[in-house]
T-cell receptor, first 112, second 114 residues
Framework: DGGITQSPKYLFRKEGQNVTLSCEQN?????MYWYRQDPGQGLRLIYY???????QKGDIAEGYSVSREKKESFPLTVTSAQKNPTAFYLC???????????FGEGSWLTVV | LAKTTQPISMDSYEGQEVNITCSHN???????ITWYQQFPSQGPRFIIQ???TKVTNEVASLFIPADRKSSTLSLPRVSLSDTAVYYC???????????????FGTGTKLQVIP
């Protein structure tokens, strides 16, 4: 089954802890993205990566970190420096005609 | 990337055709127009993409006038399950603005009424 897989779907974190969200794609896309979505709001770009071993900050990168060691994988770490981490996180990749963006199913992170 | 403007919300009765328009006055020559559908707690799902004129697939049609400064997503005979947020995205990641940075607007919340 082709697509983008995010895990876990639901994650609870204690304040002061770092957590890592997994994102794997088997679409052979070069570019990958992480977005944050707060309830009732649009999508905001956290980080993006055009190619392996390279990534760039998006609009709200503070308190987050990423790595891109493999083409298929783009994990996101939410660090303790992120003041309001409770949100819905979406991973995406792009390719094909118009470099179309495709999304995973998302991960809910809640800080308790 | 081209800035887009969509209505914040729309209501429609079941069985009607729904048209959602997106304005993108500063669309660039290479830009594609892509529409997504998002249900609560799910990732946006690709609906349709076009460059000019009309594109149709099994779920929707996309109308793009000659000047390409707007586009209209048409959903035929909507049902309750079409209640969702619809996003218009204009651009091509990696080409638009010379860098790979894609931003979404707030979308249009479509409510289908029985």
């Amino acid at each position: 089954d082709g697509g983008i897989t995010q895990s876990p779907k639901y994650l609870f974190r204690k304040e002061g802890q770092n957590v890592t969200l997994s994102c794997e794609q088997n679409l052979n896309h070069d570019a990958m993205y992480w977005y944050r979505q707060d309830p009732g709001q649009g999508l905001r770009l956290i980080y993006y990566s055009q190619i392996v071993n390279d990534f760039q900050k998006g609009d709200i990168a503070e308190g987050y970190s990423v790595s891109r060691e493999k083409k298929e994988s783009f994990p996101l770490t939410v660090t303790s420096a992120q003041k309001n981490p409770t949100a819905f996180y979406l991973c995406a990749s792009s390719g094909g005609t118009g470099n179309t963006i495709y999304f995973g199913e998302g991960s809910w992170l809640t800080v308790v | 990337l081209a800035k887009t403007t969509q209505p914040i919300s729309m209501d429609s009765y079941e069985g009607q055709e729904v048209n959602i328009t997106c304005s993108h006055n500063n669309i660039a020559t290479n830009d594609y127009i892509t529409w997504y559908q998002q249900f609560p707690s799910q990732g946006p799902r690709f609906i349709i993409q076009g460059y000019k004129t009309k594109v149709t697939n099994e779920v929707a049609s996309l109308f793009i006038p000659a000047d390409r400064k707007s586009s209209t997503l048409s959903l035929p005979r909507v049902s309750l399950s079409d209640t969702a947020v619809y996003y218009c995205l204009v651009g091509v990641p990696g080409l638009s603005g010379g860098y790979q940075k894609v931003t979404f607007g707030t979308g249009t919340k479509l409510q289908v009424i029985p």
